[in-house]
């Protein structure tokens, strides 16, 4: 049943795209490019992550006179 559903339906025409002609021309010219891993940037930790919750006002200095 399986090669019945198939025969009815037609592939879909690939769009020319000349991004994708001109890197495989380029992929073939010099090669492919060699896997990299990206390293995060270097930022301290404070100001990587943002705080999840508002600071407590029990917890803020209070002005004691």
């Keep these: 049943m399986s090669k019945k559903s198939k025969l009815g339906q037609s592939r879909k025409k690939q769009v020319f795209s000349k991004t ?10 010099v090669g492919q490019p060699a896997a990299t891993r990206t390293l995060p940037a270097q930022r ?22």
């Design 20 to 29: 994708k002609a001109v890197k495989a021309n380029a992929r073939d010219r």
């Design 44 to 65: 301290p930790a404070q100001q990587s992550r943002r705080a999840k919750y508002k600071p407590d006002w029990s917890a803020l200095p209070s002005e004691e006179m």
